[in-house]
T-cell receptor, first 116, second 114 residues
Framework: GAGVSQSPRYKVAKRGQDVALRCDPI?????LFWYQQALGQGPEFLTYFQNEAQLDKSGLPSDRFFAERPEGSVSTLKIQRTQQEDSAVYLC??????????????FGPGTRLTVT | AQTVTQSQPEMSVQEAETVTLSCTYD???????LFWYKQPPSRQMILVIR??????QNATENRFSVNFQKAAKSFSLKISDSQLGDAAMYFCAYLAGANSKLTFGKGITLSVRP
């Protein structure tokens, strides 16, 4: 595809509801990252996939957060029983190997989650 | 743990002038990468410039250049001939391995005065 896409772009949830955020990476990118960006702050790492394997989930703030990438392409970040502190922009990035041996990350537009 | 510090929350520059955005970082690694990302109000994060720690030469991309001081763990971004479209949040970011998570600073809001 042309770039990383995320849906929905905006989500309003009542406290206690479950939400699912979708990320479509660039075709062929094996690595996929999720970040959480609070208002006025820099993004913070949540979790990382290589193909379908979740290699690092150390940034997930609680067991209410769950991410999957079952076929190594589309990924879903699920938040159960949302709380007000979950309000943030959730960014997805996919990466591929470029010259110099480094993987360059390309970001999607993000999903702005507001919990009321 | 690696940390990235951007101590200036906001900066302003006159159109066509030059501005420098500061960033410091802390790491015990010897091999790493540093980035500056731009995030306009539309939220799409865009890579501005990249620096490999093993390279002594400062990276340059058109009007954007960096001053990388490895011993001081400093990584500043210079924007020359500032344009209105440069107005955005700028984030300094660190990458420990070739394919790992990015650690971001808090960002700086740059405004450009016409």
């Amino acid at each position: 595809g042309a770039g990383v896409s995320q849906s929905p772009r905006y989500k309003v949830a009542k406290r206690g509801q479950d939400v699912a955020l979708r990320c479509d990476p660039i075709s062929g990118h094996v690595s996929l990252f999720w970040y959480q960006q609070a208002l006025g702050q820099g993004p913070e790492f949540l979790t990382y996939f290589q193909n379908e394997a979740q290699l690092d989930k150390s940034g997930l703030p609680s067991d209410r957060f769950f991410a999957e990438r079952p076929e190594g392409s589309v990924s879903t970040l699920k938040i159960q029983r949302t709380q007000q502190e979950d309000s943030a922009v959730y960014l997805c990035a996919s990466s591929f190997l470029i010259a110099g041996g480094i993987y360059e990350q390309y970001f999607g537009p993000g999903t702005r989650l507001t919990v009321t | 743990a690696q940390t990235v510090t951007q101590s200036q929350p906001e900066m302003s520059v006159q159109e066509a002038e030059t501005v420098t955005l500061s960033c410091t970082y802390d790491t015990s690694e010897s091999d790493y990468y540093l980035f500056w990302y731009k995030q306009p109000p539309s939220r799409q994060m865009i890579l501005v410039i990249r620096q490999e720690a093993y390279k002594q030469q400062n990276a340059t991309e058109n009007r954007f250049s960096v001053n990388f001081q490895k011993a001081a763990k400093s990584f500043s971004l210079k924007i020359s001939d500032s344009q209105l479209g440069d107005a955005a949040m700028y984030f300094c970011a660190y990458l420990a391995g070739a394919n790992s998570k990015l650690t971001f600073g808090k960002g700086i809001t740059l405004s450009v005065r016409p």
